[in-house]
Structure formats: structure tokens, C-alpha cells
């Protein structure tokens, strides 16, 4: 009797037994046979690899590598990275003063901060870092790059850098505490109001706001012709912040939507009644370096009609990243939505196209394929319809052995902003001319 239910059982095993194909599948689906394999593999390097290593190194590099294969801003923030990235937040930290990405194993500058370090070396959007000291960036992370970037203030850092066009050259920055300066405005021919964002951190809507009280007080709010808003450069921030801007120049409707995977995560952030600037004309300035809040804004002043938009085509980053703090190792920054402007356009690997086009200077123009842009990221998330756009536009360059004066001259002549104060002056002019009902 024993024997006959033994074999029964065995039986009914060999039927139930799944095929080696079922088990190779099994094997690639199942997140706990997985798990072995991660197992196995953490077993094999703690154990075998030719040099000492920690256990926890070893586990934070498999999350980052995780993480950072889903797209390019996505990653595990250690601990001092993710505490220097909550006092970024707040307009004061560390370093040389420029957003930058990884990229093919490079380091590649989205916009340089102004008045820091990195703005006065003269570092461009789309410059690509190669070397640290002369030590190759390929091989490093994201965040391991970053870290040899920063040290003690006053302490010096030798970047190489490859520009387009041009033979790769070294400069030697200056370490400084990065005091952000969120928003700087001054009067322009009388009767306009300048106001240069800089980046979005927890003061921004506010000074923004008290940015445009204050010039419309001095210039009188009779004679005040409109306000020109530079985002040029603008690498982004806050989310909220934005959001508060946009809302600050419009009456109602939609400022930005954010779909997430789950279409119940959809959220949409309606503006306030009230534009602080009683409806007076409005122009944007953008670049390439204007990225995320940057763009919310931009689009949503573009949608709604409330500003002509002057410049290049922007970065291009319309995704949203989430962080989730983990009490005592440091937290995950996973994306979790993208952006969408009122008239639903996916900015993601896309960006805002400028309503007139201008290039940065006069010095030489001529069509080329965009080479720096969020779509051309690694593993950077499609747009709307899960495309990756390239694009067409002008550009303009100038040689860095020129000479000092003609530098000088370059700087003073901000040809974009020219262009800008010509636009809003003839918006004035028409509005004036319109006749009143």
C-alpha cells in the first residue's frame, strides 16, 4: 500500500513538473527567482572580486545601476548627496555652480548658474566634461563625477572640456559657496521691466512677485509698456515654484498637468484669478538651457497667449521625478510622470519652441541638428507618442581665443534680449493703437 502511494505521488509530480522551457520562462518573470540571481551574483563579488569591498557598496551601486538604467534622472542619492540636494533647494550650497547629466559615460553641462564659477569660466549648455583634474569621467557615476567637483571653497578644480566645433581645452575653476540669487530685475529703457529667473528654489514665486511690484512703482504703473521674463539658462527646480510664477501672469485656466502610470495619478494645477501685471504685454526669453520648470512655465504662458516666447528651442525635459527618502542610507529619485502644457503637449524629448526665433548672437548663423537636448540623453524617456525628436534650429558660435575686448563687447550686447525689448515695444505700440470699445 505505501509503495502504491508513493508512486502515485510521483506520479502526479511528473505531470505537474514544469519543462525546462517553462522554467526558463518562470526564470525571467519571477521577481523572487530573480532575486537569486542578485543573490548569486552580490555572493560572487563580496567573495571573489580581487579587492576588499563593503557590503553596502556593493548593494547602493546595484540600486543606482537599477535605477539610473531607466532613464537619465533616475538614481539612489547616498546620504551627503541627498543632503546637499534639499540645501540646493533652498538657494544656498557647495561647488561650481552648473547642472550637468550624464551622458555616454561623460559629464554633460544642461546650464551654468550665474555669477558662480562655472558662469564666469565661461562654461556653455552642451559642454561636455571629459576630465577632473585629469583623471577620464568615463567610468564614473553621476553622482561619483559630481563628488570630485566639490571640495572646500576656495580650493581649485581643473575641468577639460569638449565643445562643439572646437579643439577640447582646460580651465581651472575656483570652488565657492553657491549662493543662488533666485531673481534679479532692473529697469530696461525707462519703461521696462527686466526680470532674470535664475532657478526655481523656495523663494522664487515670491520674489518674482515683488519684482514686478517694484517696478511698476518706480517706472508708475501709466507708463509701464510690459515685463520681458528671462528663463534663458534656467535649469529648473521646484515644482510648486513654477507653478506660482506661471500662475503670477494669468487669470484661470490650466498651468500644467502631470499623468502618471496609473491615469488615477493624473493631477492638474489650475491658476488663481488675478494677474499681478493687469494683463500688460509679456516676452519670455528661452535657450537650450531652460529646462523642466523652466519649460512649465514657458508652455503655459505659450498656451494661453499671455507672452510671446523669444529665443532657441528649450531643453526638452518634461518628466517628473519623485523622491523617496530612505531614513538612514539616503533616498531614491525615480521618475514617476511627465509634464504636460494646458493644450496637452508632452515637453518630454521635445521641449518649447520659441514663437520667433532668435539665435544667441549675430556672429554666425547657420541649420544644425541640435547636438545637446533632453532627447538625446541615454535611455530618455519618448514624448508623448513615445518618440525622440531632433531638432532643427540655428545656432551661433564664437571662438574662445578671441580676444578680451571683443568678449567684452559680446557680453554687452545680449543680441536676444535686444530683440526682446524691439518685440514688447511694438505689442505696446499696437495695443495703444487699438481702438477702445
Same mark, same amino acid.
Given at each position: 500500500?505505501?509503495?502504491?502511494?508513493?508512486?502515485?505521488?510521483?506520479?502526479?509530480?511528473?505531470?505537474?513538473?514544469?519543462?525546462?522551457?517553462?522554467?526558463?520562462?518562470?526564470?525571467?518573470?519571477?521577481?523572487?527567482?530573480?532575486?537569486?540571481?542578485?543573490?548569486?551574483?552580490?555572493?560572487?563579488?563580496?567573495?571573489?572580486?580581487?579587492?576588499?569591498?563593503?557590503?553596502?557598496?556593493?548593494?547602493?551601486?546595484?540600486?543606482?545601476?537599477?535605477?539610473?538604467?531607466?532613464?537619465?534622472?533616475?538614481?539612489?542619492?547616498?546620504?551627503?548627496?541627498?543632503?546637499?540636494?534639499?540645501?540646493?533647494?533652498?538657494?544656498?550650497?557647495?561647488?561650481?555652480?552648473?547642472?550637468?547629466?550624464?551622458?555616454?559615460?561623460?559629464?554633460?553641462?544642461?546650464?551654468?548658474?550665474?555669477?558662480?564659477?562655472?558662469?564666469?569660466?565661461?562654461?556653455?549648455?552642451?559642454?561636455?566634461?571629459?576630465?577632473?583634474?585629469?583623471?577620464?569621467?568615463?567610468?564614473?557615476?553621476?553622482?561619483?563625477?559630481?563628488?570630485?567637483?566639490?571640495?572646500?571653497?576656495?580650493?581649485?578644480?581643473?575641468?577639460?572640456?569638449?565643445?562643439?566645433?572646437?579643439?577640447?581645452?582646460?580651465?581651472?575653476?575656483?570652488?565657492?559657496?553657491?549662493?543662488? +540669487?533666485? %531673481?534679479?530685475?532692473?529697469? =530696461? @529703457?525707462?519703461?521696462?521691466?527686466?526680470?532674470?529667473?535664475? *532657478?526655481?528654489? #523656495?523663494? $522664487?514665486?515670491?520674489?518674482?512677485?515683488?519684482?514686478?511690484?517694484?517696478?511698476?512703482?518706480?517706472?508708475?504703473?501709466?507708463?509701464?509698456?510690459?515685463?520681458?521674463?528671462?528663463?534663458?539658462?534656467?535649469?529648473?527646480?521646484?515644482?510648486?515654484?513654477?507653478?506660482?510664477?506661471?500662475?503670477?501672469?494669468?487669470?484661470?485656466? +490650466?498651468? %500644467?498637468?502631470?499623468?502618471? =502610470? @496609473?491615469?488615477?495619478?493624473?493631477?492638474?494645477?489650475?491658476? *488663481?484669478?488675478? #494677474?499681478? $501685471?493687469?494683463?500688460?504685454?509679456?516676452?519670455?526669453?528661452?535657450?537650450?538651457?531652460?529646462?523642466?520648470?523652466?519649460?512649465?512655465?514657458?508652455?503655459?504662458?505659450?498656451?494661453?497667449?499671455?507672452?510671446?516666447?523669444?529665443?532657441?528651442?528649450?531643453?526638452?525635459?518634461?518628466?517628473?521625478?519623485?523622491?523617496?527618502?530612505?531614513?538612514?542610507?539616503?533616498?531614491?529619485?525615480?521618475?514617476?510622470?511627465?509634464?504636460?502644457?494646458?493644450?496637452?503637449?508632452?515637453?518630454?524629448?521635445?521641449?518649447?519652441?520659441?514663437?520667433?526665433?532668435?539665435?544667441?548672437?549675430?556672429?554666425?548663423?547657420?541649420?544644425?541638428?541640435?547636438?545637446?537636448?533632453?532627447?538625446?540623453?541615454?535611455?530618455?524617456?519618448?514624448?508623448?507618442?513615445?518618440?525622440?525628436?531632433?531638432?532643427?534650429?540655428?545656432?551661433?558660435?564664437?571662438?574662445?581665443?578671441?580676444?578680451?575686448?571683443?568678449?567684452?563687447?559680446?557680453?554687452?550686447?545680449?543680441?536676444?534680449?535686444?530683440?526682446?525689448?524691439?518685440?514688447?515695444?511694438?505689442?505696446?505700440?499696437?495695443?495703444?493703437?487699438?481702438?477702445?470699445?
Amino acid at each position: 500500500m505505501l509503495k502504491k502511494l508513493t508512486l502515485i505521488i510521483l506520479c502526479m509530480l511528473s505531470l505537474t513538473k514544469p519543462t525546462s522551457a517553462a522554467l526558463e520562462k518562470t526564470a525571467k518573470d519571477d521577481p523572487y527567482l530573480l532575486l537569486e540571481l542578485f543573490g548569486a551574483a552580490f555572493q560572487t563579488a563580496r567573495s571573489e572580486y580581487v579587492d576588499e569591498t563593503s557590503d553596502r557598496k556593493l548593494i547602493e551601486a546595484a540600486i543606482n545601476g537599477m535605477l539610473s538604467s531607466l532613464d537619465p534622472h533616475s538614481s539612489f542619492l547616498d546620504d551627503d548627496t541627498y543632503r546637499d540636494m534639499q540645501i540646493q533647494t533652498k538657494g544656498e550650497f557647495g561647488g561650481l555652480g552648473m547642472e550637468v547629466t550624464m551622458e555616454n559615460g561623460m559629464l554633460r553641462i544642461i546650464s551654468p548658474l550665474d555669477d558662480t564659477p562655472a558662469f564666469k569660466a565661461k562654461l556653455q549648455p552642451g559642454d561636455i566634461i571629459t576630465h577632473i583634474d585629469d583623471d577620464a569621467i568615463v567610468g564614473l557615476t553621476l553622482n561619483e563625477a559630481v563628488e570630485k567637483m566639490r571640495g572646500k571653497p576656495k580650493t581649485k578644480v581643473k575641468l577639460t572640456i569638449r565643445r562643439k566645433n572646437q579643439e577640447p581645452f582646460d580651465v581651472t575653476l575656483t570652488r565657492d559657496i553657491i549662493k543662488i +540669487e533666485t %531673481v534679479k530685475y532692473e529697469v =530696461k @529703457n525707462e519703461d521696462i521691466g527686466y526680470i532674470r529667473v535664475i *532657478t526655481f528654489s #523656495d523663494t $522664487t514665486t515670491q520674489n518674482v512677485q515683488k519684482a514686478i511690484k517694484e517696478m511698476t512703482a518706480s517706472i508708475g504703473k501709466d507708463k509701464i509698456r510690459g515685463f520681458i521674463v528671462d528663463l534663458r539658462n534656467n535649469p529648473g527646480g521646484l515644482l510648486e515654484q513654477a507653478i506660482g510664477v506661471a500662475d503670477t501672469f494669468l487669470e484661470e485656466g +490650466e498651468i %500644467v498637468s502631470t499623468r502618471a =502610470k @496609473n491615469p488615477e495619478e493624473t493631477t492638474r494645477e489650475i491658476a *488663481t484669478p488675478g #494677474d499681478l $501685471t493687469n494683463g500688460l504685454p509679456l516676452v519670455v526669453l528661452l535657450n537650450e538651457g531652460s529646462a523642466s520648470a523652466s519649460e512649465i512655465v514657458a508652455g503655459a504662458l505659450q498656451d494661453h497667449r499671455r507672452a510671446v516666447l523669444v529665443g532657441t528651442p528649450s531643453f526638452g525635459k518634461g518628466s517628473v521625478q519623485s523622491v523617496k527618502p530612505i531614513p538612514g542610507y539616503g533616498a531614491l529619485k525615480i521618475t514617476t510622470a511627465r509634464y504636460y502644457t494646458p493644450s496637452g503637449r508632452s515637453i518630454q524629448a521635445k521641449g518649447i519652441e520659441p514663437d520667433v526665433l532668435i539665435p544667441r548672437a549675430e556672429i554666425k548663423e547657420e541649420p544644425i541638428i541640435v547636438g545637446y537636448s533632453e532627447s538625446n540623453l541615454p535611455k530618455a524617456l519618448g514624448s508623448k507618442n513615445g518618440e525622440k525628436n531632433q531638432k532643427e534650429t540655428t545656432h551661433s558660435e564664437k571662438n574662445t581665443d578671441e580676444k578680451e575686448n571683443d568678449e567684452k563687447t559680446e557680453e554687452k550686447t545680449d543680441y536676444q534680449l535686444d530683440r526682446a525689448l524691439d518685440i514688447l515695444k511694438s505689442i505696446s505700440i499696437y495695443r495703444q493703437q487699438e481702438p477702445k470699445e
